[in-house]
């Protein structure tokens, strides 16, 4: 089983739908939950990142914790174009020797004008 | 501010050529690391560095070998190139090797083994 479990997609919606990505985990140490976002050919750029449950709120973006399910989502509202882009989360745990990073596979969501 | 930068942007090597692909940051970030991005595997860490002079193994070291001489710059020697390491290499910095500030990511190598 991976420590990370993405739905790879793709996703297709409507400009101006919600939008919800969503990751499942495994180890219960992870302690701190981001997510990341890919356009084409460009490296990951670091959207929102969150310490334990609960929920967290960026303009458009609300990323949602829950330990107890071990389940993480990240919500888009009024969705844009711009944001067509695969969407990674990760999750990380302290190590002695720092912090080990854990990523999902990304979903790819495609906004339709 | 450049952030991290990666050289060069796309590469085709031989099976068995050698080659060091570049990372340097400006941001003084403690902690470096290197990942490969694959088709439905997403990033695996190759190997990792929590400063100057330490470097350690991620998750697929094999072929690969790092150093880190200084804060800013943390190569990626790829040995004897196999078709195996055709990928998409992303170098990755972030402040603390110890709180998590988040990563902060180059723009990738493209690398192609024929």
């Known amino acids: 089983q991976k420590e990370v479990e993405q739905d790879p997609g793709p996703l297709s919606v409507p400009e101006g739908a919600i939008v919800s990505l969503n990751c499942t985990y495994s180890?219960?140490?992870?302690?701190?939950f981001m997510w990341y976002r890919q356009y084409s050919r460009k490296g990951p750029e670091l959207l929102m990142y969150?310490?334990?449950?609960g929920n967290k709120e960026d303009g458009r973006f609300t990323a949602q914790v829950d330990k107890s399910s071990k389940y993480i989502s990240l919500f888009i509202r009024d969705s844009q174009p711009s944001d067509s882009a695969t969407y990674l989360c990760?999750?990380?745990?302290?190590?002695?020797?720092?912090?080990?990073?854990?990523f999902g596979t990304g979903t790819s969501l495609t906004v339709i004008p | 501010n450049a952030g991290v930068t990666q050289t060069p942007k796309f590469q085709v090597l031989k099976t068995g050529q050698s080659m060091t692909l570049q990372c340097a940051q400006d941001?003084?970030?403690?902690?470096m690391s290197w990942y490969r991005q694959d088709p439905g595997m997403g990033l695996r860490l190759i190997h990792y560095?929590?400063?100057?002079?330490?470097?350690d193994q991620g998750e697929v070291p094999n072929g690969y070998n790092v150093s880190r001489s200084t804060t800013e710059d943390f190569p990626l020697r790829l040995l004897s190139a196999a078709p195996s390491q055709t990928s998409v290499y992303f170098c990755?910095?972030?402040?603390?090797?110890?709180?998590?500030?988040?990563?902060?990511f180059g723009s990738g190598t493209r690398l192609t083994v024929v």
């Open positions: 990755a910095s972030s402040y603390g090797a110890r709180d998590n500030y988040g990563y902060t």
């Open positions: 180890n219960s140490a992870f302690q701190y």
């Open positions: 969150t310490y334990s449950s």
């Open positions: 990760a999750m990380s745990v302290r190590l002695d020797t720092g912090n080990q990073f854990y």
């Open positions: 941001m003084n970030h403690e902690y």
């Open positions: 560095s929590v400063g100057a002079g330490i470097t």
